[in-house]
């Protein structure tokens, strides 16, 4: 009996009885999947959030639904596979793979019920505002006509509906693309029922149409409900009195599998796993929960699959992540202000940004500066007729991308390009081997990562010839060169001209050139060389200065902390009295607040506005701070299988904006929650009157920054 309390509990809580005191132990760890969770919940949260404006409010539920496809094509799918490996599983993962999927389906369950709740809250609140969003039962005769003239038009020609009842299996589902599966009945036969099955094109059509005003109120109808209304067209050849029409959705395996052909180029062998991925075996099917149980049967017979963790009931809608892209409608109250990206004073203020470089360093922050000044660096470096090459690293870019368009018009004004390009970037894979196929098409010197390693660093490096010697520029970023992100993203840029950084800059783009070529770095800290022991160094560095009484901290802002070998390092520091604060956005496997172990430990979540993104590293060194700013999260991929690089911040002004930046969002008390054992996001409690929301001082902050 014992043994099952463990097991539930360790998930729940996540405390555990102790068998021999019967007293609750804190774990050492929280599971990351199960702390992911918790991350999204968050997300769920800011819709739920009555403080939001309404229509952003619609948008994080899309960005939770979203968020929750990519759990399930990626963690979950590495689960199932990790069952297959026994006793060796739990060895790999610390935790048994069937536990943590049963604690996911539970707690799965409730986001999507919570979900569903928040939604029909949402509907409500849109009608208060005049706007109404309708199903195909609710349409006036006056609408029902603009739907059926908008279905004739734009819909029926991308319809092709596939009869289940006459096939003998049943066709490849796209992962996740969205079906109605269709019942056909006639009142005098219902063994005799046909069924059907019909893809809805929301790839090819937005899925919200809006309809015409009526007065003051806005009317919104789903591109389901459209197909829905026009079932009787759809299948006119057919006698029927009575059809039926249920969403179904399936989730696949997202694992990119390469085969090891080494004769075959690497390009060739990601397009040969993407086509594979679109096979990938169904880790969930979701299903309308008012489909009949015997349809139900129908289609899993059909499909040949089985499980209560993978057929899940929900609701009449999915793929709710198109809610990201709900209409502009209504009053602009409704919505976020956009606020312009600020001008640097400084970059502002001279003739050229290479020039700005080389007198001083420059940290932008994203998404408050404008994303521009990267775009100009490389327009700039492209016409500098000193400038002789540019070398850069590309993970995800943005789809009509001006970095690559700027860096193919660098080859045509004479520039030797290089781009390092990361094809297995998740999901991103075929937007990458298109631009791998354009580049090289125009001259630039495509290098496709390095074998065995992601390449997930952002570094920009720009040769100039000045006084007959080479000259580096440096860019350093902590999150993608890309336009569209940098507008949601809160990351940062460094540009630098500092000879010992760019130098070993310069030395990373030789080594993904050469991968023999073995370098030691002095400044730079690159996994999956030197980055764990130089963290563990530092932090240890921290342990011995608080045991002889010296002032010690360590400050990290970052993505996901789930490294259990740097976790144990923050442990052994807690205990020897080093004060550690932790800015995390998602996965959190340490557990803050243990008496004896991490009481000196606190931590914070905050979900806004805008997607935390940015890594930043602080380090007291006994008064003598160490900035820096980085790609990587601490998760052992990071650490021991990618390619990042984590830059010191050298100038004293732009340490202090850092300060103030991580100051300010520490003191947070509107959007940060606080991240403990029991992982139930409870927003920090105010200790004054006053409202501290970080993301509205920062914009202030840069802004007044700027104009000193």
Not at 560 to 568: E, H, Y
């Amino acid at each position: 009996m014992q043994q099952s309390v463990l097991e539930k509990e360790k998930f729940v809580s996540p405390n555990a009885i102790s068998p021999e005191t019967n007293t609750i132990m804190k774990p050492k760890f929280i599971n990351k999947e199960i702390s992911w969770l918790s991350f999204n919940e968050r997300v769920l949260q800011e819709a739920a959030d009555a403080s939001v404006p309404i229509i952003e409010r619609i948008k994080f539920l899309g960005i939770c639904s979203s968020n929750l496809d990519e759990f399930y094509r990626v963690r979950v799918a590495t689960l199932r596979r990790l069952v297959n490996l026994g006793k060796k599983a739990k060895k790999l993962i610390g935790d048994d793979p069937r536990d943590v999927l049963k604690e996911i389906q539970k707690k799965t369950k409730k986001q999507h019920k919570d979900f569903d709740e928040i939604y029909q809250q949402l509907l409500k609140e849109l009608a208060k505002n005049n706007i109404f969003v309708i199903d195909e039962t609710q349409l006036t005769d006056e609408q029902g006509e603009h739907v059926k003239s908008f279905f004739r038009l734009e819909v029926r020609p991308k319809l092709i509906p596939i009869m289940i009842d006459q096939i003998e299996g049943f066709p490849a589902l796209k992962d996740r693309m969205i079906y109605l599966a269709v019942r056909l009945v006639k009142n005098d036969n219902m063994s005799k029922a046909k069924f059907a099955l019909i893809e809805i094109p929301s790839e090819d059509i937005p899925r919200f149409f809006v309809l015409p005003k009526t007065g003051n109120k806005n009317f919104i109808i789903l591109l389901d409900d459209v197909i829905r209304y026009q079932l009787k067209d759809i299948f006119s050849i057919f006698s029927f009195d009575k059809s039926e029409a249920y969403t179904i959705k399936i989730t696949r395996d997202a694992e990119l599998e390469l085969e090891t052909d080494l004769e075959e180029s690497y390009l060739k062998k990601v397009v040969k796993g993407l086509k594979h991925r679109k096979e990938g075996n169904p880790v969930r099917l979701i299903y309308d929960s008012k489909m009949p149980v015997e349809m139900v049967e129908f289609i899993t017979k059909k499909m040949r699959i089985s499980g209560e963790d993978t057929i899940i009931a929900g609701s009449k809608y999915h793929n709710n992540r198109d809610f990201i892209k709900f209409p502009k409608v209504g009053s602009k109250e409704l919505r976020y202000d956009s606020q312009a990206g600020l001008l640097h004073h400084y970059l502002e203020k001279e003739k050229g940004i290479l020039q700005a470089i080389q007198k001083k360093d420059v940290l932008l922050h994203y998404p408050y500066h404008s994303f521009n000044y990267f775009i100009d660096l490389l327009r700039e470096a492209s016409i500098d007729p000193k400038v002789t090459s540019i070398k850069i690293t590309v993970y995800r870019v943005a789809p009509h991308s001006s970095v690559m368009n700027a860096l193919i018009n660098a080859v045509k004004n004479g520039k030797s390009v290089t781009v390092v390009l990361e094809l297995q970037a998740r999901f991103d894979e075929e937007a990458n081997v298109y631009w791998a196929d354009r580049l090289q098409e125009e001259g630039v010197k495509v290098i496709f990562g390095v074998p065995g390693l992601k390449v997930h660093s952002k570094l920009c490096l720009i040769t100039r010839r000045e006084k007959e010697k080479p000259v580096h520029y440096a860019t350093i970023g902590t999150g993608n060169f890309n336009e569209d992100t940098a507008t949601i993203y809160s990351d940062h840029i460094l540009l630098t001209a500092e000879k010992g950084i760019t130098k070993e800059v310069n030395k990373i783009f030789e080594f993904f050139a050469n991968n023999y070529k073995s370098n030691v770095f002095k400044h730079l800290i690159v996994s999956p060389f030197n980055m764990r022991q130089k963290f563990i160094n530092m932090i240890n560095t921290e342990k011995k200065n608080a045991s002889e009484g010296k002032e010690a901290y360590i400050i990290f802002k970052l993505n996901n902390l789930v490294d259990t070998k740097i976790i144990t390092k923050l442990y052994e520091a807690s205990q020897a009295g080093v004060k550690i604060k932790l800015i995390v956005r998602g996965m959190f496997s340490l557990v803050p607040g243990i008496e004896d172990l991490s009481e000196n430990i606190e931590a914070i979540s905050i979900v806004d506005k805008y997607l935390e993104h940015s890594r930043i590293y602080v380090f007291c060194n006994d008064g003598d701070e160490r900035y820096f700013i980085t790609s990587a999260d601490l998760m052992p991929r990071n650490i021991d299988r990618r390619v990042e690089v984590t830059c010191p911040v050298y100038d004293k002004k732009i340490q202090n904006e850092l300060k103030e930046f991580l100051k300010i969002q520490w003191e947070d008390n509107v959007k940060a929650r606080l991240l403990n054992s029991n992982q139930d996001n409870q927003f920090r409690k105010r200790d004054s009157f006053k409202k501290l929301r970080a993301q509205w001082i920062l914009y202030d902050f840069i802004s007044k920054n700027n104009i000193e």
